[in-house]
């Protein structure tokens, strides 16, 4: 199995900054794509950030030129660095992950969920 550690949350005014961290762990082979969701309380969850193993990314609009996901590889650890924040950031922000695992053995691939990290932007 993958587990996934969030941290990096809190309570922030708006225009500030807060970096977000998840670092996989298990009986990981490889990871594929890493990203950043999100839910407000009241929506459904929604795609932040993707990154893939070789550093391409995909970034909702919403966020684009403020929010920045990198990751290093050997860690297995993903980030977020969320700049100018606005008060409709505020939200529980997931850590996802696409894992080669070796079971008993054996390959195959997961989707892994980090258990969330909230963050409150104040306006």
């Known amino acids: 199995q993958v587990q996934l550690v969030e941290s990096g949350g809190g309570l922030v005014q708006a225009g500030g900054s807060l970096r977000l961290s998840c670092a996989a762990s298990?009986?990981?082979?490889?990871?594929?794509?890493m990203g950043w969701y999100r839910q407000a309380p009241g929506k459904e969850r929604e795609l932040v950030a993707t990154?893939?193993?070789?550093?391409?990314?995909n970034y909702d609009d919403s966020v684009k030129g403020r929010f920045t996901i990198s990751r290093v590889n050997a860690k297995n650890t993903v980030y977020l660095q969320m700049n100018s924040l606005k008060h409709e950031d505020t939200a529980v922000y997931y850590c996802n992950a696409n894992a080669l695992v070796v079971d008993r053995g054996w390959y195959r691939s997961l989707e892994a969920w980090g258990q969330g990290t909230t963050v409150t932007v104040s306006s």
């Open positions: 298990g009986h990981i082979a490889s990871i594929n794509g």
């Open positions: 990154i893939t193993t070789g550093g391409a990314t």
